[in-house]
């Protein structure tokens, strides 16, 4: 089993920063890709970055030059942090972390954080 725990969301003016953080502990050799995905009122979950443990990232097109994952290993446990700047109003949903295990292609969601972009 793998544990997540999220943190990081709020409420943020247009324009500004976020910072979410995801610690994975627990079962975590088998975890290949850890990432967040969001859902906003009404619609269905999407991705919004994925990194790789080796490293190589990935991006929704709608983030892509504003948002910047980044992934720190150490102590059994892996953490994934997501920079968000120059925040839209169409950023605001619930940011779900999710640590997927490709051998298994089984998958671990957080409890999810909300995030609001508001003026």
């Known amino acids: 089993q793998v544990q997540i725990v999220e943190s990081g969301g709020g409420l943020v003016q247009p324009g500004g920063s976020l910072r979410l953080s995801c610690a994975a502990s627990?079962?975590?050799?088998?975890?290949?890709?850890m990432g967040w995905y969001r859902q906003a009122p009404g619609k269905q979950r999407e991705l919004v970055a994925t990194?790789?443990?080796?490293?190589?990232?990935?991006?929704a097109d709608s983030v892509k030059g504003r948002f910047t994952i980044t992934i720190s290993r150490e102590n059994a446990k892996n953490t994934v942090y997501l920079q968000m700047n120059s925040l839209k109003p169409e950023d605001t949903g619930i940011y779900y972390c999710?640590?997927?295990?490709?051998?298994?292609?089984?998958?671990?969601w957080g409890q999810g954080t909300q995030v609001t972009v508001s003026s």
């Open positions: 999710n640590c997927h295990e490709s051998f298994w292609n089984r998958d671990y």
């Open positions: 627990g079962s975590i050799f088998s975890v290949t890709v």
């Open positions: 990194i790789r443990i080796g490293g190589t990232m990935n991006y």
